[in-house]
């Protein structure tokens, strides 16, 4: 199917990008380096966000359409990276659905395919790894600029290399990046070896408030934003928030509780090989990876932490571990 999207998008005028909400680096740098590409051939390519681009990541690029449910776009393809489903587009679905060709590359295995065209591949480590072979279908000059927003989804999907997901493919795309002249060191600088003071205060106090289940193999971090607002930062500063918990001693399942709104909470699991984490998120409407899934809950958000804390639960029992 990787051929059919090369196809569509040779013959394609104006593409328009689009990825999931609340975009991490996978989704951005897939999308960033996607426009590149696409506009070093020739196209016109344009890249659609819910919101502006997280700090950490505005080395990325700058030219994005900022959107919501009422943007209208005029291009004649959509191309959605890193994204399982419609809904996970947030109020830019609409927008997408309206585009007459719609074409799919992923690496989540929840979701069905959908578009028109649909290429997936679950064993990939990052979505960016498949945009990687994409790119060099489309050309054999590949920007610099693109490779970086890869080598950035690379990295960032993979725990800088050390996350499970991992294989010899992923190694050898990194080793294709750099060799096409990235500057890896100035990346993984900006992503993992520069923190704001206020930020270090801001992890000691998270970590107090963990909470334990299931005998300290489950912790639950309970984050709101005005918690995050008393340090001055924002969601997009602390991404990692997940693993604050996970990498706690005996703790197998992670859970990370943060405002969507003012009527409910994006709920972040984070596993250690244990247990598929993101079956428990696709109960409650959500989906992901094994080891890294996401919902909304709404309503009732107490009795949902505790069905989804009392199913984790049930099931690492199961695992016999």
């Known amino acids: 199917m990787l051929g059919k999207i090369v196809e569509k998008l040779n013959k394609a005028k104006k593409i328009a990008i689009f990825t999931h909400l609340n975009p991490d680096g996978d989704a951005l740098g897939s999308s960033f380096a996607m426009k590149y590409v696409l506009e070093s051939i020739g196209k016109e390519a344009v890249i659609y966000l819910e919101k502006e681009l997280p700090a950490r990541f505005s ?5 994005y359409v900022i959107g919501g449910k009422d943007t ?3 291009a004649d393809t959509a191309l959605v990276l890193d994204c399982a489903t419609f809904e996970r587009m947030g109020t830019l679905a609409d927008t997408c659905r309206a585009v007459p060709c719609i074409l799919s590359v992923d690496h989540h295995y929840s979701g069905d395919s959908f578009g028109n065209w649909c290429h997936k591949e ?3 480590a990052a979505t960016a790894q498949i945009v990687y072979k994409l790119a060099c279908r489309l050309t054999e000059d590949i920007p610099v600029a693109a490779c970086e927003a890869m080598y950035t989804g690379l990295s960032t999907d993979t725990g800088h290399f050390k996350y499970s997901n991992v294989t010899p493919e992923t190694f050898e795309t990194a080793a294709a990046l750099l060799s096409r002249g990235i500057n890896h060191r100035k990346i993984t600088e ?3 070896d520069t923190v ?3 930020k270090l205060i801001f992890m000691g106090k998270a970590a107090e408030r963990i909470e334990f289940f299931a005998g300290g193999r489950v912790a639950m971090l309970k984050c709101p934003e005005d918690f995050i607002g008393t340090y001055g930062l924002k969601y997009d500063d602390v991404e990692e928030l997940p693993n604050i918990a996970l990498s706690v001693v005996g703790v197998e399942v992670a859970i990370l509780v943060k405002d969507k709104d003012e009527t409910s909470k994006r709920v ?3 596993g250690k090989d244990v247990l598929d984490v993101s079956r428990a998120a696709s109960m409650f409407g959500g989906g992901g990876h094994k080891n890294a899934a996401a ?4 309503g009732d958000v107490d009795a949902v932490l505790q069905k989804l804390v009392n199913i984790i639960t049930e099931n690492l029992g199961e695992s016999n571990v």
Do not use: C, M, Q, T
């Open 196 to 198: 704001k003071y206020e």
């Open 295 to 298: 919902f909304v809950a709404e």
């Open 122 to 124: 679950v064993a990939s």
């Open 59 to 63: 080395y990325l690029g700058s030219e």
């Open 190 to 192: 900006i992503l993992y």
């Open 268 to 270: 972040s699991l984070r």
């Open 72 to 74: 209208k776009s005029d």
